[in-house]
T-cell receptor, first 112, second 117 residues
Framework: SQKIEQNSEALNIQEGKTATLTCNYT??????LQWYRQDPGRGPVFLLL?????KEKRKERLKVTFDTTLKQSLFHITASQPADSATYLC???????????FGSGTRLSIRP | EAGVAQSPRYKIIEKRQSVAFWCNPI?????LYWYQQILGQGPKLLIQ????????DSQLPKDRFSAERLKGVDSTLKIQPAKLEDSAVYLC???????????????FGPGTRLTVT
């Protein structure tokens, strides 16, 4: 069956450290993968998109990698800050159905 | 640029009642999505419109849920009759039409939190 899996447990990181979130998928062949941030009571906000032919993408303190062999994407936040605390969702395109499928998200807490 | 607007923000109804949600997407976005997000889960696509037409409604419980997008702009999602398990946040999102130089990057509204008692 098709699955998208993110760290089910909340991630607690000391301020200043690098936070690494994982997104694994099975039985999908996505052309690209996206990461979104969601704060309580709000809709998700787009952060980064990485295509299947890209190994890495960066935006300020954010870095995303995409390994189509491992069927995995890693999302890194360097020099983490308490304001980075949120739930982070990965989403991939189900090219067979022309739609986006979201993972269940990982809740990240950055402690001062 | 104005974002995706949704109303109401909160709604409490009893089971078997009906409810409707409204969404106004970002101007120029041809694609509109309705998602259901249950607490602790990621958004689940209910229906996707491209302009006026339905692209995907495979996960829409059609015996109780309906949606329309008139004139390719605003959209409404209706539940009739509601069940307890419909308690969730209903998110509307919009994007540029895929293949027209845009990606599937989606812009979300704040959502409507529905509680069915």
């Amino acid at each position: 069956s098709q699955k998208i899996e993110q760290n089910s447990e909340a991630l607690n990181i000391q301020e200043g450290k690098t936070a690494t979130l994982t997104c694994n998928y099975t039985n999908y062949s996505p052309a690209y993968l996206q990461w979104y941030r969601q704060d309580p009571g709000r809709g998700p906000v787009f952060l980064l998109l990485i295509r299947e032919n890209e190994k890495e993408k960066r935006k300020e303190r954010l870095k995303v990698t995409f390994d189509t062999t491992l069927k995995q994407s890693l999302f890194h936040i360097t020099a983490s800050q308490p304001a980075d605390s949120a739930t982070y969702l990965c989403a991939l395109d189900d090219s067979s159905a022309s739609k986006i499928i979201f993972g269940s998200g990982t809740r990240l807490s950055i402690r001062p | 640029e104005a974002g995706v607007a949704q109303s109401p923000r909160y709604k409490i109804i009893e089971k078997r009642q009906s409810v409707a949600f409204w969404c106004n997407p970002i101007s120029g976005h041809a694609t509109l999505y309705w998602y259901q997000q249950i607490l602790g889960q990621g958004p689940k696509l209910l229906i996707q419109f491209q302009n006026n037409g339905v692209v995907d409604d495979s996960q829409l419980p059609k015996d109780r849920f309906s949606a329309e997008r008139l004139k390719g702009v605003d959209s409404t999602l209706k539940i009739q009759p509601a069940k307890l398990e419909d308690s969730a946040v209903y998110l509307c999102a919009s994007s540029l039409m895929p293949g027209a130089g845009g990606t599937y990057e989606q812009y979300f509204g704040p959502g409507t939190r529905l509680t069915v008692t």
